[in-house]
């Protein structure tokens, strides 16, 4: 069954960076595209970003162009979220997802991981 797994959350101060990782593993088929999702408390979670595995198409959600980057290692299985001039808003749990669509909708997602906390605080 495929796996994965979220590192990288903690806290940080307005305007700096963290970069979170998402190891995915235990596939045959690797799946279409890995998403970014975030659930701050008492909101529903929202898509962040998305990326293609097959040939890194990406999507960003409103809120965080120009700000996050989302890449990719496939020798590593790995996907990244590069998140710059963060601001308490951006405080949430942070997972990763997996889908066979080309989708940022939660529901449509397969698999997911179990997140990662990022506290953005003075």
């Known amino acids: 069954q495929l796996q994965l797994v979220e590192s990288g959350g903690g806290l940080v101060q307005p305007g700096g960076s963290l970069r979170l990782t998402c190891t995915v593993s235990g596939f045959s088929v690797k799946p279409y595209s890995i998403g970014w999702f975030r659930q701050a408390p008492g909101k529903e979670r929202e898509g962040v970003s998305l990326?293609?595995?097959?040939?890194?198409?990406?999507y960003y959600e409103d809120s965080v162009k120009g700000r996050f980057i989302v890449s990719r290692d496939n020798a590593k299985n790995t996907v990244y979220l590069q998140m710059n001039s963060l601001k308490p808003d951006d405080t949430a749990v942070y997972y990763c997802?997996?889908?066979?669509?080309?989708?940022?909708?939660?529901?449509?997602?397969?698999?997911w991981g179990k997140g990662t906390l990022v506290t953005v605080s003075s």
């Open positions: 990326i293609s595995s097959s040939d890194g198409t990406t």
């Open positions: 997802a997996s889908s066979w669509l080309w989708t940022i909708l939660p529901e449509q997602m397969d698999y």
